[in-house]
């Protein structure tokens, strides 16, 4: 490895690890959106900016030039000697609608954030291994609700309910893949997941005679779980090849302690009304984050084209979240429940000549995806769902296949109907994906 890649190397590591210390202590929100109220709160897609780019596909994706950590089996296509980094920050703009009461309501928020960091590196022969931070899920909403019953508001006045929450939950992990042979290829990954969320609710009446009750829950969360995967890929014709991907996601136990406390604040004498500590690890009634399994299919040309099909079925059934204090809403109108999260994605990548030494339009490599999303909770019965689209580009820079990877995914989540909020929005980011040889001894400075 070159004394200038590795300084490159240093760098990178200290910007990402850098911004994701400021972003934690300084409270920002990893994701904005009222859907992150329900349960560990609104779930990441894992990959890079490579992935995103082709709507988050990569299971059945063995490509030498970029990291790739859908699959762990994945992480064994590479040059021989290679060692590769990437890491990856997002900008979301969303806005936000709501139909409630014969009014409507709009709003908008943007935010930026350090996504995802992973290096990967040969062990011996064909085997190889990558180590990683990403996040997991990101709790981010604020919001409040005026009391409209007019039996309730001639007995105490005008009433509001406001919410707010704040937090993530990350993903550290290791994996190791092997190739066995041209074709079959299997991985397994470790993965710890760690971090703190809290959620308040707080009611306010106008008349003196009433305090404010406030609702705080701090939810300090940890699980141990692992994810294995295998890839193969089958030569038709001369330039074609077409891959199978499988990967499975181990359900992992929540452990930690949730802290709860209510009270009543305001002119009235100010009392603690209750409070608890719950330690999950101990609990009779575990709480579980569900199994995932993914299924992927993709048809490959020379390296210059590539099309690629992803499944993925989550249950969140058995997780139970849906009575669980600091996981479940309180809201007896919009009771959450529970279901099988499943994801459709459709990606596709084109690269006229990676070599070619005279135009470099022709040397980037040209994305775009569709994807649809069911999430892991139903509110009052009605799923809610997301649906997009992305493009994607790579901007080779330096030698080999280093390269800046620009990302666009616009979509929607949510509707209008039966008051609840619809999202549209689309989100940006940037991956710098490096590449360079590992351990080899330069001849000349």
Known sequence: MSRKTYSVLLIAAGLFLGGFSASAQSGEYGSFTPYSVFGVGDLS?????????????????RNHRYLNTVNPAAISAR???????????????????????????????????????????????????????????SVGYKYKIVEDDPAMIAGNGSISYSANG???????????????????????????IFGKVEKSFAQDFSASAYNEVQDKYTLNLNSLSGKFGL????????????????????????????????????????????????????????????????????VNYADKFRAELNYLRADWTKSGMDLADGFATADAKLPMATTVKESWKLGFEYVPNI????????????????????????????????????????????????????TMDAGQRGGLQNGMVRERYIKFSVGVNLFDIWFVKTQYQ
């Open 355 to 406: 070599n070619d030494v005279r135009y470099y339009y022709r040397k980037m490599a040209y994305r775009a995806g569709a994807y649809f999303n069911k999430e892991y909770f139903t509110l009052a019965g009605q799923p809610v769902n997301s649906a997009g689209i992305t493009l994607g580009v790579t901007l080779p820079v330096f030698r080999w296949y280093n390269g800046v990877s620009i």
């Open 166 to 192: 704040l937090g993530s939950l990350y993903n550290v992990f290791g994996a190791a893949s092997w190739a066995i042979g041209k074709r079959l290829s299997v991985g397994a990954e470790a993965d710890y």
């Open 45 to 61: 897609s894992p990959g890079s900016a490579y992935n995103a780019g082709m709507a988050g596909v990569g299971i059945a994706t």
């Open 79 to 137: 040059d021989s000697l290679a060692m590769m980094l990437d890491f990856t920050i997002d900008n979301a703009n969303t806005l936000y609608r709501q139909n409630y009461g014969g009014e409507t309501f709009r709003s908008g928020n943007n935010r930026t954030n350090v996504s995802s960091f992973a290096m990967s590196f040969p062990i011996w022969n064909k085997l190889s291994a990558a180590v990683g931070l990403r996040p997991y899920s």
């Open 231 to 298: 890839q193969y890929e089958q030569p038709i014709g001369k330039d074609w090849k077409i891959g199978v991907g499988a990967t499975y996601f181990l359900s992992g136990r929540l452990k930690g302690y949730i802290d709860y406390a209510s009270a009543a604040v305001g002119s009235v004498e100010s009392l603690t009304i209750d409070s608890f500590s719950d330690t999950l690890g101990m609990r009779a009634n575990p709480i579980y984050l569900a199994n995932e399994a993914g299924l992927g299919i993709s």
